[in-house]
């Protein structure tokens, strides 16, 4: 004898559950903060003064895993309610993250103690990292409807 069945939406079976986007999710902070460390040490090699307080890992990690929450959250919000979700984060990532470069380069542009653009550029680049590595993680997380991760 059979029971009901329940219906499940035919791509249910390739996206993760929630336990393994979190920790997919936290694997993927360790590596862009890890990736940003190795940026801020050549930075302080290259000459950048270690008053730039930006690139204290304090700081930086800091804004680097609150960067790839922020990005999963935008990511899924675009994904539930967008009917062309890719062409949004097509268009969207690229503007966001030259949005996410006005602050550096308005710090560039101040006296802080230690501020160089040597220190902006490592900030900048710390973005590109974080996007990197992000993107093609929330894309095996986070699938977008009808598309292979």
Do not use: Q
């Amino acid at each position: 004898m059979t029971g009901p069945t329940t219906a499940r939406p035919a791509d249910s079976a390739r996206r993760p559950g929630g336990l393994v986007v979190t920790g997919g999710l936290a694997a993927t902070a360790v590596v862009a903060v890890a990736l940003n460390a190795a940026v801020a040490a050549l930075a302080h090699a290259a000459g950048v003064s270690d008053d730039f307080e930006p690139l204290h890992l304090s700081d930086y990690a800091l804004l680097t895993v609150v960067g790839v929450l922020a990005g999963a959250g935008g990511w899924a919000l675009v994904r539930a309610r967008s009917a062309h979700p890719a062409r949004v984060l097509r268009t969207w990532i690229p503007v966001i993250l030259l949005i996410t470069f006005v602050p550096d380069i308005l710090l560039g542009t101040s006296d802080e103690p230690g501020t160089s653009w040597g220190g902006v550029i490592a900030l900048m680049v710390m973005h590109l990292i974080v996007a990197a590595v992000a993107v093609p993680a929330f894309r095996l997380l986070l699938p977008l409807p009808g598309r292979r991760p």
